[in-house]
């Protein structure tokens, strides 16, 4: 048994000193810039600067756009993992390597090509000149913003939403259209409270990146548009305060404990729901 405890340990150890360098001595200075000022004083006064006018408006539009791209994310997501898990295993692989690809690939060759997409003399809008169409102005809108966090951050939501909906026994879904219940009935019913903790972690991975972006708002927003990742971003490179930098890091962070809360309350749920 010690011999056991010891190979743990051992093999711990890595992760445990990575951990420790890599993220809790930086959550630690973070945490320590955020609440003091130039002259290493204790001060509230970095986080209530979130909620000042030009913060504030860009905190709530960072949290709208995330919850859009979210929700966006999860109805796009569904459909196909419903599908995915009734096809042959073949099949289902095939089509889950398509959506895992773009994780290969840098997201800012991704959000790039968006980019060229969406502007003025883009491949939308060119088509639409074909067919004697008028233009639409779709780059440095919230739309635009949009469309890269859902492409870019989708198939965060499709993995571990297939991976919930293929743990569900078919037959239980059998039982359900045996009983009489419609597609939608047994959907709303059976499908979607098993999957809950799938969609949970979905929306999870989802959310987070999108609330912290700025590379995606800085390319296809076009500057014109601050999310609360650009002015983190400004405070730290541009304006070179750190203190107002962390400060709003830990207001982010708040929305982001919320979230996993949320996350964390769904699968203790789904968990008591199975031990009854």
Known sequence: MFKSAGVKTLFMTPFCLWAGIFIFVPLLCMIWYGLTNDDEIFTPANLTLAFEPPYFKALLLSIGLALVSTIICLLLAYPLC????????????????????????????????????????????????????????????????????????????????????????????????DLGASYMQTFWKVILPLSLPGAAGGMTMVFIPALTTFVISALLGGGKLLLIGNVIEQEFIAGYNWHWGAGLSMVLMIFILINMAVTIFFDNSHEEVEEK
Do not use: C
Not at 106 to 133: C, D, H, P
Not at 139 to 167: D, H, Q, R, W
């Open 82 to 177: 419903l599908i995915l898990t009734d096809k042959a295993r073949d099949l289902s692989t095939a089509v889950s390597l398509l959506f895992i690809l773009p994780l290969w690939m840098n997201s800012l060759l991704l959000t790039m090509a968006w980019q060229t997409i969406l502007e003025k003399n883009g491949i939308i809008n060119q088509v639409l000149r074909y067919f004697n169409l008028p233009d639409v102005a779709l780059i440095n809108t919230p739309t635009a913003i949009i469309i890269g966090m859902v492409y870019n951050f989708l198939p965060y939501m499709v993995l571990p939403l297939y991976v919930s909906l293929s743990k569900i026994d078919k037959r239980i879904i059998e039982a359900a259209r």
